[in-house]
């Protein structure tokens, strides 16, 4: 198994603080890739970095190549795609509308302005995203009439349309409750083992236990620990650090938990 994105030394400073510091992590193909930590860790820093949108220091390789130097934009063309912890959508278009203008190279100015003007823009990426993410038949509906859970499976679908190698999820399950995020959970491990790649970050300890093959933790920009995730949350540097003097009683009730939703010790729902 190969890595599909691999960082070296990806480092962020803002002034004197250093949000990153020296971050190794990979995502191997046809996998799940968890990265937790408390607040203010440096989880979502970490894919502002890979993914452009904040300077730092180190080496980001996507398939082998260097994306150390390239503008967002670039990236995303080269197959990192990510979301983003509110899911903002353009609530005056349609949900395949949505995903269209995520799939095409076209800027999104010019992609709207076509589907204003009535052109045709279907796509089979996008009708592709739809059917992954079981969101076929809110293709033709505005995201204003969707529920919560379903915008963020859209905001999914949409980091799908473009056929990326990786795709990064900042806290896709915020704001969710617990049927929703068990079955936004079930999506997306439907995603990647139809062989999209994938790092996911959310405070739901239950969702990342229990649907991912790999868990890396922060605390102040900085691994502590990383590996399968039994193994993780029974780590004694994790336990003291990210679940407190209660960590061994917490970490049992959410193994448990992911036990009893039906998933085995490397993320993969058993039959």
Sequence with gaps: MSAVLSTQGVSVRFGGVHALSDVDLQVQEGQLVGLIGPNGA??????????????STGRVELEGTDL?????????????????????????????????????????RDTVRDIFRGASLRDER???????????????????????GQRKL????????????????????AGLDTAESEELGR??????????????????????????????????????????PDAVTRDPNVIEAYLGGAGAEVADEVQAAAAEAGYGETGTEQP
């Excluded at 440096?42 to 300077?55: L, S």
């Excluded at 899911?87 to 949900?95: G, H, I, K």
């Excluded at 009708?127 to 204003?144: C, H």
Aim: with cysteine; charged share 20%.
């Design 42 to 55: 440096g989880k979502t820093t970490y894919i502002d970095a890979i993914t452009g949108f904040v300077p």
């Design 68 to 108: 150390t130097h390239m503008p967002p934009d670039e990236r995303a063309h080269r197959g990192l795609t990510r979301t983003w912890q509110a899911a903002e959508l353009f609530d005056d278009l349609t949900v395949r509308e949505n995903l269209t203008v995520a799939a095409r190279r076209a800027s999104w």
């Design 126 to 148: 996008v009708d592709a995203a739809l059917a992954l993410l079981q969101l076929d038949e809110y293709a033709e509906v505005l995201p204003s009439e969707l529920t919560q």
């Design 154 to 173: 859209v905001g999914v679908a949409r980091a799908l349309a473009a056929q990326p190698h990786v795709v990064c999820l900042d806290e896709p399950a």
């Design 187 to 228: 999506h997306l491990r439907t995603v990647v083992d139809g062989g999209t790649a994938m790092l996911l970050i959310d405070h739901d300890m239950g969702l990342v236990l229990s649907i991912c093959d790999h868990v890396v933790v922060l605390e102040f920009g900085k691994v502590i620990a990383q590996g399968p």
